[in-house]
């Protein structure tokens, strides 16, 4: 999920339960560029880990969540790894019947601490293809500090958040929180660099039927994509966002999309946002039959039965750390993200309309193996093996 409007100077994105197993990943260690500040230098003292993601599929792919342990003894949740937030936050014992996920109960951790702080985040984004209408996604938390582990790795006093209340729309997801993993290391990622961790995470998401997503902190898996990276260093701050020269659709462009643009890569959105003047253009290369959906602001649709022999390749234009032009493509098999549940013969398609917000999710990620690179300030792809 994109960033909320918030009470506090935090930011969060979207948020998730499943206990997965995996072999051992074959990793590749890399040296980060630089540490987070206040850190110590030390040793490399610990190796890259990986964690088996499961994938919550409504007709769609809408998140990949996997375990942390929370507490002392430690209590499993399972957590969303979401490049749109930096913070931790998972449901809860004060949250009661309002949160049917699986709760965090801190009487039962002997190293909690109460922050003692409370606030309320309306986000931006769901957690699916659905639009954000008022205050329909929001949640109430408390501040507090335990031990948290990811992989294996553990750190003590890591800063989290409570949910004490949340509205219905979150109702159906089927993990306990979100695992902020910002472009500014914090939490329980810059309390494991600070242990020795390299400075970098990568994520393979996979569509439903090819499966075996993961993260991996610390490290690559060179198992899970094929050919070579294309790097290009991130605008400074907090947000993993990338300048783009252009967009193309089936090799066509127009004047509005090829108006340069800084787009956001957040893992916890499903699909992708961009202004109402660029989503049109868009869908004017696709198909005159895509239309607004009068019946959710932001939403457009076609007739289910028309998708198929629609072309629909999105290709995004960068341009790598070393000069070279390269797209980031969304398959035409991404257009629709299944049927609108007022009208089964009319299909919702994977660009909603938001003004002042360009963002890519799922929709594009999950066709690509990719570097998040803190230390270094840099995003990397290569194609993903199997997708």
């Given at each position: ?28 260690q890399?040296?980060s560029r ?12 610990l ?71 409370t606030?309320?985040i ?21 501040s ?69 997503a ?60 961009f202004?109402?003047?660029t989503?049109?253009?868009i869908?004017?290369l ?40 390269f ?28 003004d002042g ?31």
């Open positions: 999920m994109s960033k909320g409007v918030i009470s506090l100077a935090i930011t969060f994105s979207c948020y998730a339960l499943a206990v997965l197993g995996q072999a051992a990943p074959q990793t590749v890399l040296q630089s540490i987070p500040k206040g850190s110590v230098l030390k040793r490399r003292a190796s890259p880990t990986s964690e088996p993601l499961a994938d919550f599929f409504l007709g769609t792919d809408l998140q990949w969540f996997g375990n942390i342990s929370v507490g002392t003894p430690p209590q499993v949740l399972t957590v969303v790894f979401d490049t749109g937030s930096s913070t931790l936050e998972f449901a809860s014992t004060l949250c009661g019947k309002s949160c049917p996920q699986k709760q965090f109960d801190s009487s039962k951790s002997s190293t909690f601490v109460d922050g003692g702080r606030t309320t309306t986000f931006a984004t769901g957690v699916g293809v659905d639009p954000v209408i008022g205050s329909n996604y929001k949640l109430t938390l408390r507090g500090q335990d031990t948290v582990a990811v992989g294996g790795l553990s750190a003590k006093g890591v800063s989290l958040f409570l949910i004490t209340n949340e509205t219905a729309k979150f109702d159906i997801d089927p993990f306990s929180g979100i695992q902020g993993m910002g472009a500014t290391a914090q939490g329980i990622f810059a309390a494991l660099i600070n242990q020795g961790l390299p400075s970098l995470f990568s994520l393979y998401l996979t569509p439903k039927a090819v499966g075996n993961e993260l991996t902190i610390g490290g690559i898996d060179s198992s899970k994509f094929t050919g070579k990276f294309d790097t290009l260093f991130f605008t400074a701050g907090g947000t993993w966002q990338l300048a783009s020269p252009g967009i193309s659709v089936n090799g066509k462009t127009t004047s509005v999309l090829s108006t340069s643009r800084t787009i956001i890569f957040d893992s916890g959105t499903s699909n992708v946002l202004s109402t003047d989503a049109n253009a869908y004017a696709i198909s005159p039959d895509i239309q607004p959906n009068p019946n959710e602001a932001g939403t457009y649709g076609i007739a289910c039965n028309l998708i198929p022999s629609l072309p629909a390749v999105i290709d995004i234009a960068f341009v790598s750390q070393t000069g070279t032009p797209n980031l493509t969304i398959p035409s098999s991404e257009l629709s993200v299944g049927p609108f549940a007022s009208d089964p013969t009319l299909c919702q398609t994977l660009i909603n309309a938001f917000l360009e963002l890519v999710g799922g929709s594009l990620l999950k066709h690509y193996y990719s570097i998040w690179d803190v230390g270094g300030k840099r995003l990397g792809f290569a194609p993903a093996a199997g997708v």
